[in-house]
Structures are given as C-alpha cells and as structure tokens.
C-alpha cells in the first residue's frame, strides 16, 4: 500500500496466527494441531498479552489491513475475536482511508454458526476467506478436510445472510485423483456462487507430512499413485486462468483472482514490502527492513507471554536485510503481481534506477519474451512498469532467479 500526502504514518499490515484446527488435513505442513477449550483461552490471553507488549515497536504506523490466519480461526468464540479486536484497536492506530482498514479472517466450513458470524461482523470482520480446496466429496475426504461440499454451500450461505460481503474461496488443484474434468467441476461450482476472491494454488507435497510418505519423492513416482502427471497439472493451470477470466475475475497475482475491486489489500501489502507485525504462534514480522519469527513452539511462547520483556524471548531468526537482499525482495514479490514493478518506486526506495542495478537481467528476460516494460503516468511523474509475460509467470522460477545478486 502506498504513502499518499495525507497520510504521514507509515502503514501496517498487522497477521494474527492461530493455530488451532479440528484435526490435521494430511497435505499440512503450517503451524497448527487441535487445541481444548482451556488452551485456547490461555492461547487468546497469550495474545493479547503479545500485542499490548509489542505495540510501541509499531509507533508512526497506521493499520491499513489486519488478517486472522491459521490454523482456523473460526475456531474462536465471537468474544474471543471481539477482545483481540479491541486490543488492536486500544493500542494501534487505525487508518480511516479506504473505507477503513481491511480485517480478513480465515475460516473453515462445519465451525461457522450464524451466532459466531454476527459476532466476527460486530467485532469488525469484513473479509472472510473461506477454505473449500474442492467441491468433490471425495477428493475433500482424500485431502482429510473436515467438511463435505454440502458443508462449505451451508457456511458460505450463512456467511452471505449474515451480511458479508466480501468473501474469498480457497482452491487447491493437482489433487490425488482429480482430473481436469473434476476441477472444472469446482472451478464452475465455486464461479455459481460468485465470491468476490479466489485464491487457486497447485498442491505441493511438503516434507513431514503424511501426504509425503503417500506421494512423495520416496513414494513411488508421481502418477503411479493417483496424483495427476505434470501435464495435467499444467492443464488444470492453464483452465483456471482462462475460466476465472471468462467470468470476470481478473488475475491480480499467480495464484490470486478477483472481481474489481476485491483484490486481498493484506496480501498485496506483503508484496510491496510493508512492514507487518506478526503476533502469535511462529508469526513473523518485518520493521524497516529487519525481519523476525515468533517461536514456533507453543510451550515457549505461552511462556515468553508472561514475562515482562516478551519481546526478546519470542523473536528468533532476526535478519537484517542487507540493500542487496532488499532488492532482490523488492523484485520477487512485486513480480508475483501482474501490475509488476514500479521504476519510480524503485528508485525512492533505493535512490538508484532499477534499470542501472538490473539492466543485464531486465535485458535478457525481455529479449527471451519472459518480461515487458510499460511507461505511463503516476501519481508522482513518469514510471516504467515492468512485468512478467503469462510464459514469464510459467517459469517465474528460472525468471525470478536473474534478479539474485549471489
Ligand atoms: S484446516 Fe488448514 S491449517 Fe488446518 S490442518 Fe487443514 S490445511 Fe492445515
């Protein structure tokens, strides 16, 4: 998010983590495990505790977007959401612009209630992002969501009649059995229900989970045991593209659609580089360019919560990001977006022409058509774009990698 002239606060993006679930799908590998009713309260007390501790690095900020992530954190009570809400709102300032800061929170089918749902709106939720990942039954239970289709159709109606409006869909393709004919199933089911947002990744299998002893590299190869062959993940790819454009839903990031308008403004924060105070199990952080991780192990940090100088015992894996490294960040997450990156924005943060610190790369990507330069007018004079082709978003692997200064 950019500074405008009227705002001389810095903004922030402010991530809560959650880390409860009702159980573990098997492909997880994020910071989550089932919680009892008593950890929770001493979970959201932890919290609060964190937040209070750690507001005054924050000084000179103003919220512009705040996002429960998780875990499921529809597995709070409204109450529970309600005093982390007030907390931020005590100690943060909030910005007015926009229509008021974004505050997305994350929530599964079969644990939203119309009681809850009030209570998140009341509390100052106006972005759910709703997990459905398929609208197969039995890809869901291959998957070991919790939910069936019929499940997510009652939470998502609910969520609608309880008056939000802006609401995003998870999706995840290359599942173990599906075919490009069963994604456009649930490409054109989740299209009917005309959300605003819809996120779409490919699924990875991540190491230490039980999805990896099933289907990873010490697994028998790829396609043997009904995870869809390389072409059909690309296939499957190349119909989501096509289809959400189709329908009205424009590309704003690899893996991110939207109607116009409805871009996530919390994700794209992350891609411009805004600092964010992360808060919570294993959460991280980015201040003026150092960036830091909350202790992922649960016991630590409940612990750490009690003590006066919280912020020390919870901060690890500091890094002060070099100018090189700086960058580097500057060009990988602003090239994820299709807008891309802003040469005139380049050159405020880092006071040198993007073109004079990348002119070998920007040279070789554009001659190989993985890479284009657009000029026009902002707000502040002339800028070049620079963004990646659609072949440039396929192999942004090899693309991103020229950036590296190493
Ligand atoms: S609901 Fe989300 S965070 Fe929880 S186990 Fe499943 S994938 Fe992981």
């Known amino acids: ?82 005093r982390i809400m ?50 197969s039954d039995e ?35 290359a599942l173990p059995g599906q075919t490009p004919g069963g994604w456009m199933e649930t490409l054109e089911k989740t299209v009917r229900l005309k959300p605003e947002h819809i996120s779409a990744y490919s699924l990875i299998i991540e190491e230490g989970t039980p999805f990896y002893e099933m289907y990873g590299e010490a697994a028998a190869p790829r396609g043997s045991k009904a995870l869809p062959t390389e072409e059909e993940d690309r296939l499957m790819y190349g119909q989501t593209k096509a289809f959400l454009a189709e329908a009205g839903y424009g590309r704003y990031e690899i893996s991110n ?15 411009e580089r805004t600092d964010y105070a992360g808060f919570g ?28 100088g919280l912020v020390t015992p919870l901060k690890q894996a500091v890094q002060h990001l070099s100018r090189q490294e700086q960058m580097e960040e500057f060009m990988f997450l602003g090239l994820r977006m299709t807008e891309g990156v802003s040469s005139r924005r380049f050159y405020r943060e880092f006071h040198i022409p993007l073109e004079e610190v990348y002119r ?5 990507l554009m001659s190989e058509g993985l890479l284009v330069c657009g000029s026009g007018a902002a707000a502040d004079g002339e800028d070049s774009r620079y963004r990646l082709t659609e072949w440039g978003i396929d192999v942004s692997n090899y693309a991103l990698s020229e950036f590296l200064f190493a």
Not at 157 to 165: P, Q, T, V, Y
Not at 360 to 364: P, S
């Open 86 to 135: 007030d907390c931020l709102h005590t100690v943060f300032s909030f910005s007015a612009e926009e229509g008021g800061a974004e505050v997305t929170m994350e929530a599964n089918p079969g644990t939203l209630t119309p009681e809850k749902l009030a209570d998140y709106r009341r509390a100052g939720i106006n972005r759910l992002s709703i997990g459905l990942q398929s609208a």
């Open 139 to 173: 890809e869901l239970k291959a998957l070991g969501r919790i939910h069936t289709w019929k499940d997510f159709l009652c939470s998502y109606e609910l969520a609608r009649k309880e008056g939000f409006a802006n609401i995003n869909i998870d999706l995840m393709s």
């Open 360 to 364: 070998e790369a920007l040279r070789k």
């Open 281 to 308: 199990l294993g959460a991280a952080s980015l201040l003026e360019n150092v960036r830091w991780s909350n202790t992922p192990d649960r016991r630590q940090y409940m612990e750490a919560s009690g003590t006066a």
């Open 257 to 271: 659609y939207s109607l116009p308008g409805f871009a996530c403004r919390h994700n794209i924060s992350y891609w």
């Open 1 to 82: 998010m950019q500074q405008t002239a009227r705002c001389s606060k810095r903004p922030l993006g402010i991530y809560l983590h959650i880390p409860f679930c009702i159980r573990k799908c098997l492909y997880c590998d994020f910071l989550s495990a089932p919680g009892d009713e008593q950890t929770k309260i001493e979970y959201v007390e932890a919290l609060l505790h964190e937040i209070r501790a750690q507001a005054p690095l924050y000084d000179g900020h103003e919220v512009k977007t705040v996002f429960f992530g998780g875990g499921t954190p529809s597995l709070l009570s409204g109450e529970q959401i309600r």
